[in-house]
């Protein structure tokens, strides 16, 4: 297996970071892809007020995690775990300890590559793994490289390769920091990523979570899931906002309920339990088991008591897994875009769809008996909510 080791400060991790890995593993043939956030960097001081070790582990997480390539993409928090300088030949050391029978390739920007003779135990590095070196203008395959290069291989037996990088993001971390630090520069972030800088303040941002833009507030929710959950949350927010201008309900409000709606879906249940406790959120015995249920609940907790919304964006999150009797337009809604927003696919899905914007109550009758036939058939224990939403509606329904 070829393992490459992408390593750096990642200080924040930018989409240049996430351009050039990729490439570098196509262009190498690479099995998997270690991101190693450093630790203590030997050749810099990280800047003052930067992010925790831990923050920085968790930025690159997202980053990672937004190339939606989870069974080639991993992080490691070896070099965070180890005390003292993070230097690379003790990673690589460690990390052949780990994989004795793979090939390692270390991947590094052209400075690094220019310099790697003058870094702790350049032997040790050439020996352990094949170096890459990103080109990142065609000047930069030119005679320094080459020279590099036949050096480090006369020298130290080293292996290397440059990869020339169809793309370049013009930002470097430094100047990224500056930019957040100006309110600007989230083009160069994956929305995840972006919405962690925002909601821990880092960089000298001081966004006040409860009075957020529509964009900031969808970074803050696509940050506190995983990517492959993004193209539902927007696909949800989107039919939200249509169907709340076919019944002349509040887009705005449709919109930021259907972008927070499933903020908490990823929490292990104690963090669930943890957070119905802070806000004084009722459960019953159901709820209390089952973190698939509860998180309707505590994705309303945190949409109000972190980004303030109102009752009517409350009630709609709270309720659209299990819906309740007598619900209000909004709820309604948000239940239903969940529902039938474009990623969803299943028997039945096009007649939902069209009776949504026909007959809403007709839309729903049929979403939660189409709920209730499922739990029934898949021996599921169905809410009492569920079952009185659609002895409701049935009952109240006007229309054949």
Partial sequence: MKIGIYGGTFNPPHLGHLTSARFAMEALGLDKLLFMPAGTPPHKVLPEGSPTPEQRLRMMELAADSMLLPDRVEISDLELQREGKSFTSDTLR??????????????????????????????????LAHLAAFARTEKDTGEMLEIQGKYLGETYGASCTVVQLPRIIPVSSTQLRELLRKGEGRQYLAPGVYGYVLRHGLYGTKADLKHLSDEDLKACSLSMV?????????????????????????????????????????????AQLAICQKYGVEIDELERKDAKLLHSKTGAAIARGEYGVDEEIYTAIFYHTTGRANMTLMEKIIYLADYIEPNRDFEGLETLRRLCYEDLDAGLEMGFAMSVADLKRRGVVIHANTQGALDWVREHRKGP
């Fill in 94 to 127: 460690q990390l052949h300890e780990v994989f004795p029978d793979d090939e390692l390739w270390f991947l590094m920007g052209t400075d690094m590559f220019l310099t790697l003779h003058k870094w702790h135990e350049p032997e040790v590095i050439c020996s």
């Fill in 226 to 270: 995983h990517a492959k959950r993004h193209a539902h949350i927007l696909g949800v927010a989107g039919e939200a906002v249509r169907l709340a201008e076919r019944w002349g309900a509040d887009k705005e409000k449709a919109y930021r309920a259907g972008i927070l709606h499933d903020c908490t879906k990823y929490l292990e249940l104690e």
